[in-house]
């Protein structure tokens, strides 16, 4: 099977900054690619470039076998985004913002059955904008999700939620993964990319740095002769954290 | 097709749960024509008007008595140069000349009709409009009781009791005119710029939807909104100032949307072009203040220098205004005001080309 994604030497400049300064890489059909690196790094540049938001200034990008400087809209049509700085309309519920945006696929979508898949259907009648955070964003999901995308493009979908938000929304991810949607995601959260990321790729200052799955990474790193100055703890803060809180989600 | 019905159900009900936008749209509105209803009623409530009579016969005379009886005038008698002078320096509104052969009588073929001549102030042709109005119902009334036939030259429709014409009548399709800009400028810039700068047009921007289509729904929603503010303006206009429309409110609805539609493609290109909130009341008052004071809303159009009439004239609002202006008190038709009408919807042309183009999402 051909990479679902293929990007090739790909430029990106605003002004005097080099946002993304020829990057190439591959994603492969069904795998849960993240891209990792510090804020400013130029994830969300090529992501939004992969999107047909953003025009690039030079190289190629491929996304489920069409050229995204081409026919933008051809790969709109065949992707579900999240964006990272983005909000729905006002005044709509739950289930009327499914369908908003089932409209704008020209679609008709079992609304009632996409809120079910990310546990929003009984929040269906719920105005959306009051919704907790972690509602939002699966309602996001839900919304990425109205035109059986091939690939889902998720950018920091758990940045600013609580613990027993993000490991919901890891799950949610991972079925979406199993039901055969390759999944891209940004991430600065090295626990998520570990947890979730079939390969990552490191991005930094506009170029890919590293890319590998986190597993072989790490390996290389430690044949390289790197070790911690103090041991790692068999726990971290966070599982006392999740300990103490339990999983469940805390939405009422 | 089906994709704008959708869309636009889905507009639709969010700003109808929308309060302060519904107040904006119907609230607003109504306090502006209830200040300004009020405001000009007694400020310019009156047409200063002088008759000189040079026929002195029972004729002039029965014209002369039921022009003085008139609330709307305010009637002296003066010679012509006397008036000429006072009309000059904007004392007086309107001069009626009644010639020495001045009568009232069927005409014979051949004959040449005794021609009564008035002059108005261009300084102020709302109420030289109001006053040729009086004065040319009048005169049909006196000849149609005389001949018993319709006048040969006179006002279309019997209805037409131009005596009972006052300022306000005049004012009233101004002040629709220019509430109608006032909604579809600010209301549609200021919604689009906030879902510009919360992220949700970027966010609908990441779907294959048509720009096109997306647009035509917020102007089919805004129209409906704009239909029911027409609606409820000109009920609280004919309850509250008991004003006279001459002309058939189909027509005046007509005209009132087609200005929506105008106004609404230029907040558009606003919204398109405004990258924040702020940048939104500065332009849109560049926009809106000219018109204001230029398309004869509550001053003359013709109080602008000679020299920036022919582009006042053209201004969008003056079509608007002219348009709903002639229906509303002259009883005119669409095929009346046509040539208001082909100005509105140039307009409408060039304001949807703007628009569209000017739609951007990008930030950088």
């Known amino acids: ?252 | 097709m089906r994709q704008i019905a959708r869309l636009t159900a889905a507009l639709l009900r969010a700003y109808l749960r929308d309060r302060i936008a519904l107040f904006f749209s119907l609230i607003v509105p109504l306090m502006l024509m209830v200040i300004f209803g009020y405001l000009n009623l007694g400020e310019f409530g009156r047409v200063s008007l002088a008759i000189d009579d040079q026929a002195k016969n029972s004729a002039s005379d029965q014209l002369t008595t039921i022009l003085k009886g008139i609330d709307t005038l305010d009637v002296t008698e003066s010679s012509t140069d006397a008036a000429l002078m006072k009309l000059r320096r904007t004392e007086l509104d309107m001069l009626v000349v009644i010639p020495a052969d001045f009568a009232i009588a069927p005409a014979r073929p051949g004959q040449t009709v005794p021609q009564v001549t008035v002059y108005g102030d261009d300084a102020r042709p709302q109420q030289v409009a109001v006053g040729r109005q009086i004065i040319a119902s009048v005169i049909d009334r006196i000849s149609f009781a005389v001949t018993q036939t319709a006048p040969v030259v006179g006002v279309k429709d019997e209805s037409v009791q131009g005596v009972r014409l006052r300022y306000v009548d005049f004012l009233v399709p101004g002040i629709l005119g220019v509430n109608i800009m006032q909604l579809a400028v600010f209301s549609v810039a200021f919604a689009l710029v906030a879902d510009k700068q919360r992220g949700v047009l970027r966010r609908i921007m990441a779907t294959p939807v048509r720009i096109a289509n997306l647009l035509t729904a917020h102007v089919i929603t805004r129209l409906f909104i704009a239909t029911g503010q027409v609606a409820v303006l000109l009920i609280v206009a004919l309850v509250l100032f008991n004003v006279t429309i001459v002309g058939g409110l189909g027509p005046l609805v007509v005209v009132a949307l087609l200005g929506t539609l105008l106004f609404l493609t230029i907040g558009f290109a606003l919204a398109g072009w405004a990258q924040t909130e702020n940048q939104v009341p500065a332009i849109a008052q560049l926009i809106t203040l000219p018109q204001f004071f230029f398309s004869g809303v509550f001053f003359s159009k013709n109080a602008a220098p000679e020299v920036i009439r022919p582009i006042t004239n053209l201004l969008p609002l003056t079509f608007l205004n002219d348009a709903l202006r002639e229906i509303s008190v002259q009883g005119a038709s669409l095929w009346d005001v046509r040539t208001q009408i082909a100005g509105l919807i140039v307009w409408i042309g060039l304001g949807f080309l703007l628009a569209v183009r000017l739609f951007r999402f990008e930030r950088f």
């Open chain 1, 1 to 252: 099977m051909p990479p679902i994604v293929q990007v090739a030497d790909l430029r990106k400049r605003y002004g005097e900054i080099e946002a993304v300064r020829g990057i190439s890489f591959d994603v492969q059909q069904g795998e849960v690619f993240g891209m990792l690196g510090p804020n400013g790094a130029g994830k969300t540049t090529t992501v939004e470039i992969l999107e047909g938001l953003r025009k690039a200034d030079s190289g190629s990008a491929r996304v489920a076998g069409v050229d995204v400087f081409a026919d933008p809209s051809g790969v709109k049509q065949r992707i579900g985004v999240q964006l990272q700085a983005s909000a729905f309309p006002e005044h709509l519920t739950a289930r009327e913002t499914v369908d908003f945006f089932a409209a704008c696929y020209d679609l008709d979508v079992d609304a009632i059955g996409l809120l079910r898949a990310v546990e929003l259907d009984e929040r269906a009648g719920q105005l959306q904008e009051r919704l907790s955070g972690g509602q939002r964003q699966r309602l996001s999901i839900a919304t990425a999700l109205v035109n059986s995308p091939q690939v889902l493009f998720l950018d920091e979908p758990t940045t600013g939620l609580d613990p027993q938000a993000r490991r919901n929304l890891w799950g949610l991810i991972q079925s979406i993964r199993r039901g055969g949607t390759t999944v891209f995601l940004t991430t600065h959260y090295l626990d998520e990319a570990e947890v979730l990321c079939d390969r990552v790729a490191i991005m930094d200052q506009g170029r890919i740095v590293a890319m590998d799955p986190p597993r072989k990474l790490i390996g290389d790193l430690l044949a390289r002769g790197f070790t911690k100055p103090v041991a790692q703890q068999q726990a971290s803060l966070e599982d006392v954290f999740l300990d103490l809180t339990g999983h469940e989600l805390r939405e009422a």
